[in-house]
């Protein structure tokens, strides 16, 4: 499955964006999704998963209340509603793809497929 990431760009603190993860290839519903950031000089860090039927979410604590996955399978499409935007939420964002729905959704390794990155900018 190839998946692509967008809809990244600059936002103010307090404001929102909204990330897409398009899939094609295969069934995107056979797959769990999960987002992850990167900020500059740190580790690439788990965001927020949902698993295949969209039944399972999970988030970082870090962004729990503010941010939504959700998915639409017959969009082959995530979304990941960023609300409440913080300065340090800036990173470039990735999807992922999983073939299972896997306890270790916060770990970049349990991932078979990854889209190229959005970068997120949010200023104060």
């Known amino acids: 499955v190839q998946l692509q990431a967008f809809g990244g760009g600059s936002a103010q603190a307090g404001g929102s964006l909204r990330l897409s993860c398009a899939a094609s290839?295969?069934?995107?519903?056979?797959?769990?999704v999960g987002w992850f950031r990167q900020a500059p000089g740190k580790e690439r860090e788990f965001v927020a998963a949902i698993w295949r039927s969209g039944g399972s979410r999970y988030y970082a604590d870090s962004v729990k209340g503010r941010f939504t996955i959700s998915r639409d399978n017959a969009k082959n499409t995530v979304y990941l509603q960023m609300n409440s935007l913080k300065p340090e939420d800036t990173a470039v964002y990735y999807c992922?793809?999983?073939?299972?729905?896997?306890?270790?959704?916060?770990?970049?390794?349990?991932?078979?497929?990854w889209g190229q990155g959005t970068q997120v900018t949010v200023s104060s």
């Open positions: 290839g295969r069934t995107f519903s056979r797959y769990s």
């Open positions: 992922a793809a999983d073939q299972w729905d896997s306890s270790n959704y916060y770990m970049p390794n349990e991932y078979d497929y």
